[in-house]
């Protein structure tokens, strides 16, 4: 067990520091932030915003998309305030076969529609892949899925333990 913890948080700081520097500046963040998810879905982008200081009571977090040389599209809340008021953050390990796959999932609604932004790494994909999927009202009952850029994808999995609502 001691081994495995080892090898998750060597994954997870290995991840966090090879995704970072392919950042660049391409995000919706500002310095002052921290960059919690970022990926780019055609000419958008999508970013996870954070204070730099992030525990369950404290700190704030924001949800941006859109083209960056305009304001964004959806920025959720409105203004940035504490995860726990509109985010739930979920993570889980599956091992199956000799397989390894780790995954992250962050979901949040906006004016009924649900977000869900999927995180996952395996075996199979070591650089890791992701998706949105958003899913309309009971009324307007459309699912879109929207697939980040495989080289784009950042995620900081050490920022965001210290909030994860549920684990697998």
Known sequence: MRFLRTALLTFAFGVTSQCFAQQSNST??????????????????????????????????????????????????????HPSKFLEISTGHLFASGAHEMFYLFEFENNKVLYQLHWQESDSSPNGKADLTISGSAKKAQTSTLKCASRSIFIDTKHIEPIITTHF
């Open 28 to 81: 919706w963040c500002t310095p002052q932030e921290t960059t919690v998810f970022n990926c780019s879905i055609g000419k958008k982008v999508l970013s996870i915003c954070s204070s730099s200081q992030l525990t369950k009571t404290s700190g704030e977090m924001q949800y941006r998309f859109g083209h960056l040389h305009s304001p964004p599209e959806l920025a959720v809340p409105k203004q940035p305030q």
